[in-house]
């Protein structure tokens, strides 16, 4: 009898805790799941393809067993010229995005317009092949929906390779933004304040469906970037800033990621690390009027695919 208030207690603490988990986690996944994805969210799955966190398929991160996002002037199939268009291109033996594998992810109408339209139900990863982000209009309402372009329309995955005007290695740099540890001082997830003059509007809640992870950021001691491909889209000064951030910012508390280049220039010649240093320290002490050149990358180094990454944020 004497701790019969303890036990009342901890009952009533228990009702109160597992109440305030439902309200806070049960509840919104409702809301959640019945949500349809947006074209965002389409677009995303298809550039950033499987899982960007640790994965058996890519244990140390290196940005492997993605797919390839490519702008397209021409028809792949015939060699016409046509209006601009983003494709996406899984090689064979591309690990699929959850939303070309599970039928929950992408929303009732999404979904069903996606096979019945898309023939996205004709898609395997053993053979590979290339989406579109499609839409159609009914009364009044756009509803996007993924397109398997190599069944609707006839486009292989080398032809659409060869007819590529850009290669985008987007997909391969968001692991490269994970793995390097970007999302510690920058989010992709502006507020409804004054972020929105600044930093661009904030997602909805249906761009996310089928991204693993968000990389929302846990922290922001740095720039929101989820729009910054659209604010500053000069891959030169995202060079410079990658390579050494004091070059753009002689304040910036951004650690270098000169390493990411690999130790070979878009030449094929050693990029030497040491003399650079020097040369840019005696421009920092004034000795010189002007920095040392940063040299431009390997089209398949890892900094390659996290400008590719960064710029593809719009």
Known sequence: MGFREYRVGSILFGVALSTSMMITLYMPSLDISGVSSTATALE????????????YGDLFLHGTDKPIKVILKKNPATGAVMDEVAAYV??????????????????DDVQALSVSLGKMNKA?????????????????????????ATATRGWGVDATLKAASETILAGSGKTMFIREGCWWC?????????????????????DFNGESPTTFGSDRKAPDLLHVGSRNSSKEWMMLHFFNPRLVQPHSIMPRYDY????????????DLNKWDVEFNAYRDGERVY????????????????????????
């Open 186 to 206: 920058h989010t992709l997830l502006p507020e409804e304040t004054h972020d929105w003059q600044s930093f661009g509007r904030p997602p909805m809640l249906g």
């Open 260 to 271: 990411l280049w690999g130790g070979k220039d878009a030449k094929g010649n050693v990029i």
């Open 124 to 148: 395997t990863e053993a053979k590979g092949g290339v989406f579109l982000v499609s839409t159609k209009v009914t009364n009044g309402v756009e509803t996007p929906y993924i397109e398997f």
């Open 44 to 55: 995303k799955q298809l550039t950033y393809g499987k899982i960007n966190a640790f994965d």
């Open 90 to 107: 899984f090689k064979p033996g591309t690990s699929f995005p959850s939303g070309l594998k599970h039928d929950n992810i992408l929303g």
């Open 291 to 314: 920095p040392p050149e940063v040299p431009d990358y390997a089209d398949d180094s890892e900094i390659r695919y996290l400008i590719d990454f960064v710029l593809n944020l719009k």
